[in-house]
Every structure is written in structure tokens, then in C-alpha cells.
């Protein structure tokens, strides 16, 4: 080996097991066979899952080229780098120069999953734990989720023999670990299904928090039944869902608003793209606030707003009534 093939082993490769051992601890704290994990567990669980994320990313930049792992990388050289001295690039920057500058491909879902994650992380540093357990375990499961493909598919093939040996049993646990949460949330969700959620098709959405297909819109508690947590004022619940779940145009598209004033109770509550249970894959305006599907809506002619038509007029009442 030449002393720059040497140099170059060194320091590719550590940071793998690095952020492996960094997800076998958030499985130890979420996946346990007994008990739920504590508060504690919880925090711990969100910041080194995050921490994991970042080294894992950079790992695979850094393979490209030492330098993609730095922010500004017209400040900076080996020497510093190699003794830590630099900025390091930012989530959403990692992100990108995965996929713009080395060509790897990460779905837009799996995007907005990492991007949610450092949110997280960022809240809970400030503010603690704001989330439920249950929360915080599907999100996590996600992550872990794409992570280990991630790593399966980036990072892996890339080991030598020794570092391979050294975290396959931390990988074995942490593959068995995503499978236990995951059964937790199919089994906790089939029962819901059956139960709480029975009926209630037609006001059944995702929740914004969990992800689940569980959240009952009926204007009062709004509650979810699998963190469980209830989303009292629509305002917040129209936003958040909007956030999470509405289309994005890709860049350079115009940016169409869904999230729209309802023209029955006139406020800024009703998704244009909501998808219930009863909807079944396709798209329709829900109103956060009356806790209704609003099919039947028209645009109006004049003004563009959303109205009701009664009799097939082509234009909205206020506009009727504004041209007298
Ligand atoms: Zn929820
Ligand atoms: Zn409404
Ligand atoms: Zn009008």
C-alpha cells in the first residue's frame, strides 16, 4: 500500500462503525423487548439518531473527496481537516451534494424523513421532548429504515474485512431492532383499525406527527389515536398536515396554494389535497375546521376563489352580488 492509498484508508473508514454504534445505542433505547423506553431514552434515541445520520452522510461524501464534508471549502486544506478544524456542511447541504454532486439517489420521501429528523433534534435542544414516544418511534423507524439501506447499498461494499467484522454483530441488532418497532406499529395499527378508527373512514387522515393513518377529524379533539395526541386548534392542524403531506412542486414549478380559506366556515383550514381512509389513494379537500370533505366545490369565474355553487352559477355569491 503506498502512503497516500494508506492515508486514504485512514480516514474513510472509521466513521462507519462510528455511526454504527451510534444506531445500535437508538435501538437499545427504542426497540427494547420489555418496557417502554423512558423519556430519557427518547431524547437520547432522537440525538443520536441524528448524530448517526450526519456521520453516516459523511461518510459517503467523504469517500468522493474529503473536502465535500466541509462547508466552504475554498477556507480550508488537508492538515485542518484532518485535525477537525472546519465548518462542517449543513443537513440540507449534505443532502444535496449526495445527490447533485455525487450522483446517488435519495428519494424525495427519504429527504423530507432526514430533514424532519434534524428539526426534531434542533427542538428537542431547545425545548425537550415536545413529542409522544409513539412519535418519536415511527419517525425513527423511517430513519433507521433508510439508513440501512444506506448503508447496505453506500457503505458497506466499501468496508475492508476488518472493520466488516467488527460492527456485523452491532448490524445484525440493529436490523432486528427495526424490525421488532415496525411489527410494534403494524400490530398496534391493525388493532385501531378494528377498533377506534372503525367507522370513521370518511375523517380519517395521516397524522402530521406520527404518520399514521389515524388521526379522526371531527372539529373537537382531532385526536390521534396511535401517539395519541389531539390537535385542538384547526388552524394548527390544517398547517401542519398541509406541511407534511401536500405536494411540492419540483423547483421552478409555480408554487399553487393547498391550503385554502373554505368558503363555508371562511377560514384558512381547508387542504386541497387531503387523502382519507375512505378516499382511497386519491385526493380530496377536506376543511380542518368543519371536519368536511367539500366535494361539489366550484372556481369562481370572476375572482378564482372556491364557492358553492346552487344552481350551476358560474360565479361565487360575492361576486354576484358585487356586479349588482
Ligand atoms: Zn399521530
Ligand atoms: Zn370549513
Ligand atoms: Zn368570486
Redesign the pocket.
Known amino acids: 500500500m503506498t502512503e497516500g492509498e494508506a492515508r486514504k484508508r485512514q480516514i474513510h473508514y472509521p466513521p462507519v462503525p462510528n455511526g454504527i454504534d451510534y444506531l445500535r445505542d437508538v435501538i437499545d433505547r427504542l426497540a427494547r423487548e420489555s418496557g417502554e423506553p423512558s423519556e430519557r431514552d427518547l431524547k437520547y434515541a432522537v440525538l443520536h439518531l441524528q448524530a448517526a445520520a450526519e456521520v453516516l452522510l459523511k461518510a459517503r461524501l467523504r469517500e468522493e473527496h474529503w473536502s465535500l464534508v466541509i462547508s466552504k471549502a475554498e477556507k480550508t486544506n488537508l492538515k485542518k481537516f484532518e485535525k477537525g478544524e472546519f465548518e462542517s456542511a449543513t443537513n440540507a447541504e449534505t443532502v444535496r451534494r449526495l445527490v447533485e454532486v455525487v450522483g446517488l439517489d435519495i428519494s424525495a420521501g427519504d429527504k423530507k424523513t432526514l430533514l424532519d429528523l434534524a428539526t426534531t433534534r434542533n427542538q428537542l435542544q431547545h425545548w425537550g421532548i415536545t413529542e409522544?414516544a409513539?412519535?418519536v418511534l415511527?419517525r425513527a423507524a423511517d430513519v433507521l429504515d433508510f439508513l440501512i439501506r444506506f448503508l447496505d447499498q453506500y457503505l458497506l461494499p466499501h468496508l475492508d474485512a476488518d472493520d466488516e467484522e467488527a460492527v456485523a454483530d452491532d448490524l445484525e441488532e440493529i436490523r432486528t431492532g427495526l424490525v421488532r418497532i415496525e411489527s410494534y406499529v403494524t400490530s398496534r395499527m391493525e388493532r385501531l383499525n378494528e377498533n377506534d378508527l372503525k367507522g370513521h373512514e370518511a375523517r380519517t387522515v395521516r397524522?402530521?406527527?406520527?404518520?399514521?393513518v389515524?388521526?379522526i377529524v371531527d372539529g373537537a379533539a382531532n385526536k390521534?389515536?396511535?401517539?395519541?395526541?389531539d390537535w385542538m386548534d384547526p388552524l394548527e392542524l390544517a398547517s401542519a398536515y398541509d406541511n407534511a403531506f401536500s405536494y411540492s412542486p419540483a423547483p421552478g414549478d409555480p408554487y399553487e396554494d393547498t391550503l385554502v380559506d373554505c368558503p363555508d366556515c371562511d377560514t384558512l383550514t381547508l387542504a386541497l389535497e387531503a387523502e382519507t381512509v375512505a378516499s382511497n389513494g386519491s385526493h380530496i379537500p377536506l376543511c380542518f375546521n368543519c371536519a368536511e370533505t367539500q366535494d361539489n366545490l366550484g372556481e369562481c369565474a370572476r375572482c378564482g376563489r372556491l364557492y358553492r355553487p346552487t344552481d350551476e352559477e358560474p360565479i361565487c355569491f360575492d361576486c354576484f352580488a358585487d356586479l349588482g
Not at 397524522?207 to 399514521?212: R, V
Open positions: 409522544e409513539n412519535a415511527t397524522c402530521p406527527d406520527c404518520q399514521q389515524a388521526l390521534c389515536s396511535f401517539c395519541p395526541r
